[in-house]
């Protein structure tokens, strides 16, 4: 089946810590993109790359790392920079050139 | 600054009735409308999409309207059923540039009641 794996669904974190959320796709998609879920806040963009070997920051990059070396993985890494981490990250596909974007089914990072 | 604003944050609907959501979008450029549905603990899907050169777009129950000079747009859920409560995001982005990319209203949780 096509689509976007995000792992780990839960994962706990502490303080000072880095942590790496994975994202994998099938879908042959040349863009992905990280965004962050908050109550109230929408969807936050941290990071985006339309190609491989190649990213941009979004809105909320600060505290954030991410790398693409291949073309189906995205993966994203939480550092002990970014203060507020604990939220609902998602990430997300399209076909560069088109914004119908595909997402996963998220990861919920959790502080303890 | 927001540059897509979305009301209302929360709605509480009867089944049956018809549930109606606004977005309004700051950025001239944006060219590529579509609507997300959100259910809990899971990552949104895409409902519907909407280009500015078409004023009404209709699935089954979910229709969108676009009204291009007030730069709005607004989801209609006609005879809603308490299987349509989930959070809906409007988003934007500007015209392919190989660095498009969405950007989200703030959502609203959609509650319908029987």
């Known amino acids: 089946d096509g689509g976007i794996t995000q792992s780990p669904k839960y994962l706990f974190r502490k303080e000072g810590q880095n942590v790496t959320l994975s994202c994998e796709q099938n879908?042959?998609?040349?863009?992905m993109y990280w965004y962050r879920q908050d109550p109230g806040q929408g969807l936050r963009l941290i990071y985006y790359?339309?190609?491989?070997?190649?990213?941009q920051k979004g809105d909320i990059a600060e505290g954030y790392s991410v790398s693409r070396e291949k073309k189906e993985s995205f993966p994203l890494t939480v550092t002990s920079a970014q203060k507020n981490p604990t939220a609902f990250y998602l990430c997300a596909s399209s076909m560069r050139g088109r914004t119908e974007a595909f997402f996963g089914q998220g990861t919920r990072l959790t502080v303890v | 600054q927001q540059q897509v604003k979305q009301s209302p944050q929360s709605l509480i609907v009867q089944k049956g009735g018809i549930s109606i959501i606004n977005c309004a979008y700051e950025?001239?450029?944006?060219?590529?409308f579509p609507w997300y549905q959100q259910f809990p603990g899971k990552g949104p899907a895409l409902l519907i999409a909407?280009?500015?050169?078409?004023s009404e777009k209709k699935e089954g129950r979910f229709t969108i309207s676009f009204n291009k000079s007030a730069k709005q747009s607004s989801l209609h859920i006609m005879d809603s059923q308490p299987g349509d409560s989930a959070t809906y995001f409007c988003a934007a982005s500007n015209p392919p540039s190989g660095n498009e990319k969405l950007t989200f209203g703030t959502g609203t949780r959609l509650t319908i009641i029987p």
């Open positions: 950025n001239t450029a944006f060219d590529y």
């Open positions: 879908l042959n998609h040349d863009a």
């Open positions: 790359s339309q190609i491989v070997n190649d990213f």
């Open positions: 909407i280009r500015p050169d078409v």
